[in-house]
Nanobody, 124 residues
């Protein structure tokens, strides 16, 4: 089992930056794809980006590409989402997720473990 805990959310002005952290426990996530998703009340959970366990490649949705980056520190069992040039439409609860071992996470259904989420609010 993997437990995930997000932190780093908060209130920021448009154009600002935030870094979200995801701490994993229970086992190493170095061989899991790690994804970030976000959700606004009344809407479906949206894919933000992911970092692959294989080669560390990153993938992002078009809405955040060029503004967000994902990194991982396997030694600390941590994953980070760096968000720059934030916009009011980035306001959401952000979730960290992990796949099972040696699995790729393309859609939300591919992820077996989820954190509780952290609120990000971007004011205009």
């Amino acid at each position: 089992q993997v437990q995930l805990a997000e932190s780093g959310g908060g209130l920021v002005q448009a154009g600002g930056s935030l870094r979200l952290s995801c701490a994993a426990s229970g086992r190493t996530v170095s061989r899991s794809d790690m994804g970030w998703f976000r959700q606004v009340p009344g809407k479906e959970r949206e894919f933000v980006g992911r970092i692959s366990w294989s080669g560390g490649r990153t993938y992002f949705s078009d809405s955040v590409k060029g503004r967000f980056t994902i990194s991982r520190d396997n030694g600390k069992n941590m994953v980070y989402l760096e968000m720059n040039s934030l916009k009011p439409e980035d306001t959401a609860v952000y979730y960290c997720a992990a796949t099972g071992l040696f699995k790729f996470g393309v859609v939300a259904e591919d992820y077996d473990y989820w954190g509780q989420g952290t609120q990000v609010t971007v004011s205009s």
